[in-house]
Structures are given as C-alpha cells and as structure tokens.
C-alpha cells in the first residue's frame, strides 16, 4: 500500500514552496502558484476562490479564465459547483461540469469551453475558507490521485491565505454574534443524514399575557408560592441531572440556586409588582432591564451569567404562567429543527418524531443515548454547536448536516438547494439499499455474517421487515420504560413483549433486561447524587439490589414467551457470580410461571452483555454458563480506555479502531467460537462500515445495529474478501499506533471494499 505523500507530486510542492517563501505580494505568489498548478496538472484552467465576509467565495486568482473577473465574480456558499464543494466542505470531481444540476453559468469568465471540473476546498482550522479548482477543456476523469495532490496543495495554500495579507484575519473568522446573516456553525457530528426545518426551542419562552394587577398582595402571594415551586423544582432537577452529568451542570445549577435566592432581584421584581404589573409582567421587566445592562459588559464572564439568567427568569414564568411549571412542549410546525442546550432521551421521545427533521444541540457525544435514540428515529443530530439557543432564533430556517457536523442558520436559497439535492441523493441511496434487502448478507469468499436489529421502541419492530435483518440482536427496554410517567406493571410489560414477538415474525428477539441509570434515568425514579453515575449505580446493580424490579420485567417476559423461543440478556455483568445471581431469579419466575399452569417457553436462551472489561477474564466459566454474548462496545471502550462515553472532551480522545481494543475483542471472539458460543456485537461500532468490517476482520460473525445502517454495512459484507482481511489485520495487532483506522481505510480502498 502507498503512503499518501507518496501519491502527491513532489515536484509540484517543491515549487510551490519557492514561490510561497519567495518575494513579491501574496497576490503575485497566488497568481503565480495558480499557474503552477495548472501546468502541473495539465489543465487549461486553475482557480482560487476565497471567502469573504458573509459567506461569499471570491475569485482571487485564475490562471485560464479570464483575468477581468479576478475580484469579480462572487458566488454565495452553496451557489454552483465552487459554492456546492465549500458548503460541503468536500472534494468534487466532474467530466461533464455543465450537466451537473448546481452549475451556474457565469459569462464573465469565459468558462463555457471548459468540459471537466476538480475542486476541493482551503480548509484551515476545521473551517473552510476558499476553493481551489482545476478545469479542461475535454471530458477528463480525475484520478484519485490527482484529487489527493489538489487537497495537499490546498493545504499548503491555506497557510498563505491566513497569512492576512490578502484577506484582513478578521474576515477569515468564523461569523458570529450576528442575529439577521446567516451563519454557518461548526460541532459534532452526532447522527448523520441531512435535515431542513424551522427552528423550535426546546425550552420555548414564556409570552407573557397578562400585564397589569389591582391586587399588588395577590400577586406578591402568587411571586412566592412560584418562587417556592420553583426552588423545589430546582432542587429536584439538581438531584437528577448529577445523575446524568459532571460537574459543569452541578456549577450552572448552583448558578442558578444562587439567582434564585438573589436579595436584590427579588425585590426589583416586588418594585415592579407594586408598580401595578403582574408577578409575571414584573419578572418580565426586571428581566429585560438587567438584559439591557449586562448586554453592553464586555466581561465574558459576566455576559455568560446572563444566560443563566435568562433561564431562571424563564423557569420562573413557567412558574407563575402554569401550574406544574414545566414548560408546555412546544407546537411543532410540519418540520421542526429541535434546538436545544441539553436534551434527554426522554424528552425527544415527548416529541412527535414524525415532524423533527433534525436536532441541534449545545453538549453531546456520539455515543450519549439521546444520539442513539436519534439515530434510531433517523434524525440528522449535530451536536456542541456552542451557544446554539443564543444564535438561533424560534422559527429560524436551520438546515442541520449531519453528516459533516455542521449547521446552517437563515441559509441562503443556494444552500437549502443544495441540500435539498443531497437529501433526495441520500433517500434514493437509501433506496437502492433498501433493494438489497433479499440479497444474503454473504462476504464475497462465502462467509456468512448475521445482521441484527438494535431497537427499543415497538415502532422499530417494522424495521425488521423494512431491513430484512435476521432478527433483534438488542432490545433495549428500558426505553419503554424512560417514556412512561411510572413503572409499568407485569400485564402492561406482557404486552408489550408480546406484540414485540408477535411482530418479529418468529426471528429472534434478544430482549436486554432494564439498563437504567447513568444517562438514561427514569422520570419516576428519584437516585441519590453520584460523582461517577457511568460507573455508579446502574443496571443489574439496581435490579439486583431491587429485585421486585426485574422480577416484574422477568414475569412479563415469560409470560409472552410463552410456547415460543426466548432470549433474555442481561447488561452490564462485572463477573460470573452476578450472572449466576440473575439466572436464579429468572429460574425463579420459569418455575412459578409453570407452577401456576402457565404454558413455558419452548426454549430459554440466556446471555450477557460484554461490556465490562473484567468479565472477560472469567471467559472460560462464563462461556460455560451462557447461550450466546454480546459485546456492549459503547460502555466496553469506556471501561477500557477510562473514559466517559458521556463527555465531549474526552468521548473520542481514543479510537476503537486502535490496536488494543482490537486486540481485546479478537481475543473474546476466539475464546468464543472455540466454546461453540455464538457472539455479537451490538455498540455503535457494529454499525459503521469501517468499524464493522474490522470486527469480521478479528473473526465477529453477528453484528447488531440500527435498522439505518443494515444497507451500508451489508454491502460492504458482501464486497469483501474476508481472508485478504484477516492476512492483513495480522500485521497491525502488535503495532505501537494509536489508531489503525487509516490503514484499514486504505486497505478497504484497494480491495473495493464499500465503506
Ligand atoms: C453498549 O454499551 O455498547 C450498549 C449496546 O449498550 P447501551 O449503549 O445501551 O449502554
Ligand atoms: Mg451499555
């Protein structure tokens, strides 16, 4: 395999270094690196567009096109096939640019003898900032590696962009604060596909109706009685949100206690009430005054407050303008873009999913279980787009691109197009995916590799049938339970179980027993505060320690397993003697279930989760123990590497595509099959291409994933040669690298293998 400097002209760079370290203004030197470009690549045009404030891409130098529209001709992000590469901050390769439906035609540069087009965009500190394209006159195909010689070059080019000579620094920075441009805002990439909607905030605002009061008493009676509410509620939300995060909320929660109980607010609001106004109007304007005040701080520190205190004045509204103060759901328009500073698992299934597009939210990691939910509802997620409630306003146009992390406020028509377009692309793909669905999930040498479902909601039972997946690899079903208001009882769970069986069309279903805790937390269930929820009381540790709780999960599964085939798995097992625990109280139940005449299930297969690393050295007596075992690869990687799956700074530091993790589960996978117990992997990981093939590669041979990601990864089953794999895997489990996913990448590319 080459290295990729290796595919990149070295002459070429050689001579772009001279003219870049050479004299002359940096407009000579684009002008003149342009010329080298093209003559390397042989092309009769080379351009560069750079972009300037308001998201508009100039063109700075050409060599080719006509020199008069050097400063002339602009195009928005978005607009044409310079505009489509930098919205999409990738690479774009055409033999025929004109038929491509984004072209837009611009006479000014004499472009229209020009048949093929390459581009890739300038990027420099994860934002692009320019285009650089190459044209010819005849109808070329581009090799990748011309492609990669281009991004290499555009690399070298960003830094003399952002030398600020041809463009002042401040225009290069990102475009912010501004309530009326449009923005384009950077974050995470937590669930992929593209969204368009109008914006809704989570947590809407209050509208105040009713602004003036006779009664100034009555409504010093109605302040205290909110005021009173809400500290409680404030105490409440306290307890449940350290459960689920870390430190930083216990900060803006003290904030907050500590507005809540400010002397001096307090009493402006009882001025204003006195002043004739109603509790509400009156919190209202204390509020917008101290708006107005700190808005001209330049303190950052200070200007943060006011964020929270925004928030306490909001709360405290809900308060007084509704009974139980919680905010009322919002009214979702057809397409509603769910903007949010944090969301729970629970509060996007309130929601009526049918009509959010996407979800901007201001925290997240991909692996937090409100991104799996999404990617279960197959809504585009991007995440950490900072300050996101204050930048976006109710019912902003928000285009959300899930797929490269990125959102676009108030976008111009160019871009709503422009992803419109790259919406239909990816429903069509979806599509052709959906057609493969009765083609067996084969590798080309004639290995077979079970495709499972993970679901939770009986709304993805369906899915089984949409996929053609071989059955549920995971039931999650705590969710069911994360969406009631209180524990649902042994006929309400019977039933729900039993349609799940009865929908699944006699494929198997692995039901995983109550996974709660840590961030999936249920409403009714009030937990004392834990430092480390993640590694806290969770999970069997909870239904272990309440035992009524799992019984009653254990009874209703029995009882719809009735005469059929049942798999039960539990989570989070540490060690062998916990598993043996949870087996007898579901022995328990087999045996009461018959005692009381009650048909049993034709077979009970029972197994566990992998998940946390010391179960894996008691292998050989669990294997002895157990049916079938899934590896839980989201909680896994976080025991393994030390590090919350739940926090963004740290979420990704390491990557599970990395010698020792690999190591890890080729181990588990050959203790396994020589056991003769069937494994799987059911974490985010089974369900990307990359990843999953790498699991076929350690010797996985089930995989459990979304119902969105059966098609990806089944076409890349079946376009791969698994012993040419496992050849090469051989050589990178001792390699002292921190990730292998690049050499994996590079030997998916060679032996077209469809990632
Ligand atoms: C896992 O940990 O990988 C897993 C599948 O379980 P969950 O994501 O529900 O914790
Ligand atoms: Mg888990």
């Known amino acids: 395999m080459q290295a990729t400097a290796s595919t990149v002209s ?27 470009i093209a003559a390397d690549m042989v092309a009769e045009v080379c351009s560069c567009y750079l972009m300037r404030a308001g998201e508009v891409l100039e063109l700075f130098a050409t060599e080719g096109l006509l020199k008069t529209a050097v400063h002339e001709t602009r195009l928005r992000v978005g607009e ?68 990669e010689t281009l991004e290499t070059v555009a690399m070298v080019l960003a830094e003399l962009v952002s030398s600020g000579e041809l463009i002042n620094r401040d225009e290069l920075a990102p475009v912010d604060g501004n309530a009326v441009l449009p923005l384009r805002i950077e974050g995470a990439r937590l669930t992929g596909g593209i969204g368009i909607g109008v914006a809704v905030m989570h947590e809407p605002r209050v509208v105040v109706q009713k602004l003036v009061s006779e ?45 809540a109980e400010d002397a001096g607010w307090k009493a402006r609001i009882t001025e204003a009430i006195h002043s004739g106004l109603t509790a509400e109007a009156a919190v209202q304007k204390v509020h917008e005054d101290t708006r107005v005040r700190m808005s001209q701080v330049s303190d950052p520190y200070l200007r943060e407050r006011l964020h929270d205190l925004e928030d306490i004045a909001n709360r405290l509204l809900q308060h007084l303008v509704r009974d139980d103060g919680r905010a009322a759901l919002a009214e979702l328009p057809e397409s509603a873009v769910l903007v949010c500073r944090s969301l729970g698992p629970t509060e996007l299934l309130d929601y009526d999913r049918r009509q959010i597009r996407g979800i901007v939210l201001e925290e997240g990691s991909p692996t937090m279980h409100v991104a799996i939910l999404a990617r279960a509802l197959d809504i585009p997620m991007v995440g950490r787009i900072k300050d996101a409630v204050q930048k976006i306003e109710p019912l902003d146009p928000v285009v959300v691109d899930g797929d490269n992390g990125q959102v676009f406020v108030r976008p111009s028509d160019d871009i709503v197009d422009t992803f419109s377009a790259t919406q239909r692309a990816r429903a069509e793909k979806l599509a052709g995916y959906a057609a493969t669905r009765e083609l067996p999930s084969v590798t080309r040498c004639g290995q077979a590799v079970r495709m499972m479902l993970n679901a939770g909601l009986l709304a993805d039972v369906p899915q089984l049938q949409a996929t053609g997946a071989d ?37 198997p279903v692995v039901f995983r027993t109550l996974d709660v805790g840590s961030d999936k937390l249920l409403p009714y269930w009030h937990s004392a505060r834990e430092d480390n929820p993640a590694m806290g009381w969770r999970s069997i540790r ?52 018959e005692r009381r005449g009650g048909m049993p299930p034709e077979r009970v297969r029972v197994g566990t989760m992998l998940e946390v690393p010391a179960l894996a050295w008691q292998l050989p007596a669990l294997l002895k123990r157990v049916d079938f075992i899934s590896v839980g690869s989201n909680d896994l990687t976080q025991f393994l590497f030390a590090v919350d799956r739940g926090n963004p700074r740290i979420a990704e530091r390491y990557d599970v595509l990395s010698p020792a993790m690999l190591n890890f589960l080729r181990w588990i996978a050959h203790e396994s099959r020589k056991a003769g117990i069937p494994l799987s992997v059911c974490g985010e990981m089974a369900g990307r291409p990359l990843e999953a093939m790498a699991l076929l590669g350690v010797g996985v041979r089930s995989l459990s994933m979304s119902a969105t990601s059966i098609g990806p990864v089944k076409a890349m089953v079946r376009s791969l040669f698994l012993p040419a794999l496992e050849d090469y895997m051989a050589t990178l489990f001792s390699l002292p690298d921190h990730s292998v996913r690049e050499y994996l990448r590079n030997f998916a590319l060679d032996h077209g293998v469809q990632i």
Do not use: C, W
């Open 10 to 36: 070295r002459r070429l760079l050689g001579r772009l270094r001279d003219v870049m370290a050479g004299s002359g203004s940096v407009q000579d030197r684009l002008d003149q690196v342009v010329k080298l």
């Open 80 to 147: 044409g096939l310079v505009g489509d590469i930098a919205a999409h901050a990738r690479p774009l390769a055409l033999a025929d640019a004109q038929s491509h439906p984004n072209f837009a035609y611009r006479p000014e540069t004499g472009e229209e003898i020009f048949h093929s087009l390459v581009g890739v965009p300038i990027v420099r500190g994860g934002r692009v900032i320019g285009v650089l394209v190459v044209q010819n006159k005849s109808r070329r195909h581009y090799t990748e590696e011309e492609i």
């Open 215 to 259: 009664d100034p008493e009555a409504e010093m009676v109605r302040l205290r009685d909110a005021l009173r509410r809400m500290r409680h509620s404030l105490e409440q939300m306290f307890e449940a949100q350290d459960l689920a995060f870390g430190g930083e909320h216990r900060e803006v929660l003290e904030t907050y206690r500590m507005f």
């Open 471 to 507: 059955g549920i690899g995971l039931y999650r079903t705590e969710m069911p339970f994360m969406a009631r208001s209180q524990l649902p009882d042994v006929p309400a769970q019977t039933n729900l179980y039993s349609k799940i069986l009865d929908q699944s069309g006699g494929r």
């Open 542 to 593: 909870i239904t272990l320690d309440r035992p009524a709780v799992l019984r009653t999960q254990l009874r209703a599964l029995v009882k719809a397993g009735a005469g059929r085939e049942l798999h039960v798995m539990f989570p989070m097992v540490a060690e062998v003697a916990e598993l043996d625990r949870l087996r007898s109280i579901l022995n328990m139940e087999l045996v009461r279930h």
